[in-house]
T-cell receptor
Framework: NAGVTQTPKFQVLKTGQSMTLQCAQD?????MYWYRQDPGMGLRLIYY???????DKGEVPNGYNVSRLNKREFSLRLESAAPSQTSVYFC????????????????FGQGTRLTVV | GNSVTQMEGPVTLSEEAFLTINCTYT??????LFWYVQYPGEGLQLLLK?????DKGSNKGFEATYRKETTSFHLEKGSVQVSDSAVYFC????????????FGAGTILRVKS
């Protein structure tokens, strides 16, 4: 079972370059998330998509855009990378909360380690 | 809004010691509660969960009980091993439609042999 697949696993960008992080899940989940994880900061939510066709900002959305391409895929774009965006990025998916589903835990990808120089 | 507060780390224990990592939450309704674990260099994986009050989640010797009266979901293990060294995250999933997952800040656990 693939679960949640993120690409790439590692990336080095120069300041001002753009890139898109890809995420796909094969569990037919409605909700998808993008987090960043910095040392000592835990997980911070960048954007999430509760269901196909909707996206909402999280705690730290500045400098990022997202696209929910279809139910399976949720991409994160950095339009003009900055050193402050050096981080490990995680994509996750889950069932939609509040619909009676008991299994609303999130499943995570392996992460993308991004360095902006 | 919903929130999760967990004890700050790092927590350093000797092998076979008893572990408690505290977690309290604020939420309306009846959220589901989770503990996730992140081993070095890996993504997060679900350790255990509880979906209603008084439920006890358990896995790999870890346990946590959903206490609605104290809004808590403390993680415990009777005898830790070096291989338990990781970061542990408490999280909740709200009961309103579309509620996003909310995570605590994470607690680093270091177990010495």
């Amino acid at each position: 079972n693939a679960g949640v697949t993120q690409t790439p696993k590692f990336q080095v960008l120069k300041t001002g370059q753009s890139m898109t992080l890809q995420c796909a899940q094969d569990m037919n989940h409605n909700s998808m998330y993008w987090y960043r994880q910095d040392p000592g900061m835990g997980l911070r939510l960048i954007y999430y998509s509760a269901s196909e066709g909707t996206t909402d900002k999280g705690e730290v959305p500045n400098g990022y855009n997202v696209s929910r391409l279809n139910k399976r895929e949720f991409s994160l774009r950095l339009e003009s990378a900055a050193p402050s965006q050096t981080s490990v990025y995680f994509c996750a998916s889950s069932e939609l909360a509040g619909t009676g589903a008991l299994n609303t835990e999130a499943f995570f990808g392996q992460g993308t380690r991004l360095t902006v120089v | 809004g919903n929130s999760v507060t967990q004890m700050e780390g790092p927590v350093t224990l000797s092998e076979e010691a008893f572990l408690t990592i505290n977690c309290t939450y604020t939420a309306t309704g009846y959220p589901s509660l989770f503990w996730y674990v992140q081993y070095p260099g890996e993504g997060l994986q679900l350790l255990l969960k509880a979906t209603k009050a008084d439920d006890k989640g358990s896995n790999k010797g870890f346990e946590a009980t959903y206490r609605k009266e104290t809004t808590s979901f403390h993680l415990e293990k009777g005898s830790v091993q070096v291989s338990d060294s990781a970061v542990y995250f408490c999280a909740l999933s709200g009961s309103s439609r579309g509620n996003k997952l909310v995570f605590g800040a994470g607690t680093i656990l270091r177990v010495k042999s």
